[in-house]
């Protein structure tokens, strides 16, 4: 039995998220169906970094999975090409230690929230437009304060799998790129919507006077109710996964 390990992208615009679902079409469900004709065997179960839900796209998810075959990794990406739809691609595939689980040996995920400043038919589909736009600077502000340790269930929406809030969070801070600003966040986990609401909240504090009193007021509250809309999933990218030995 050899195990492996996989890098994915894809465009969430047509699935229901990434975790297999009787009756939706899922990323999950896609690549596990392609692999089980590329290797041959009927089921294939795979691990995936993120559970991204649906419309949410990725460029770094990494999955892993355990199969007897004698096929090289390097053989996966372009056997794989051939059965999966144009909206999700095998970029890479390594063979790792037999215990590798994509899921459980993550220390670290990063994800990207896109804001579009104008209105674009091609970057329309991966990054979203409020209808006002914010003040770089108080943006930035609002959420640097979420950086370290945290109780985030202000920012969790119900729905999601029970979990501890507390979330590490290395890096949450916004940039520039060609179509507006992007909030990079790194955290060892997130909660369900967690960035989405991030996004959303950091909005509404930057646009009052003090952008860094209002998001910890939200923060230390400790309820959803005291945060403000979700974002929608089309600008947010799951862009990374870090494991030991990768992560500084």
């Not at 063979?95 to 689980?101: L, R, S």
């Not at 670290?108 to 400043?117: D, G, I, M, S, V």
């Not at 502000?141 to 729905?159: C, I, N, P, Q």
Request: charged share 20%.
């Amino acid at each position: 039995m050899r195990t492996f390990r996989l890098l994915v992208a894809y465009d969430g615009t047509g699935f229901h998220g990434w975790q297999r679902q009787p009756g939706w079409r899922t990323v999950q469900g896609e690549l596990e169906a392609a692999l089980g004709g590329v290797l041959g065997v009927e089921n294939v179960t795979l691990r995936g970094a993120g559970r991204t839900d649906a419309g949410v796209h990725a460029r770094g998810q990494v999955a892993s999975f355990c199969a007897e075959c004698s096929l090289p990794a390097a053989a996966l990406p372009p056997a794989l090409a051939t059965r999966l739809p144009r909206d999700v691609r095998v970029l890479g595939a390594a063979e790792a230690a037999a215990d590798f689980d994509a899921r459980r040996a993550a220390v670290a995920r990063r994800y990207a929230y896109r804001l579009l400043r104008a209105e674009d038919p091609l970057w329309g589909r991966f990054a979203w437009r409020p209808r006002r736009w914010p003040a770089a600077g108080a943006l930035e502000a609002a959420t640097r304060v979420l950086e370290g340790s945290h109780d985030f269930s202000s920012f969790r929406s119900t729905g999601g799998s029970p979990s501890s809030p507390v979330c590490r969070v290395w890096r949450a801070g916004w940039r520039a790129w060609e179509g507006g600003l992007e909030l990079d966040i790194v955290a060892d986990r997130f909660l369900y919507h967690m960035v989405r609401s991030i996004v959303g909240t950091a909005l509404v504090a930057a646009a009052v006077a003090d952008p860094v009193a209002r998001m910890k007021a939200v923060l230390d509250a400790r309820d959803r109710a005291a945060a403000s809309v979700t974002a929608p999933a089309h600008g947010l990218c799951f862009e990374q996964a870090f494991y030991p030995g990768e992560w500084a």
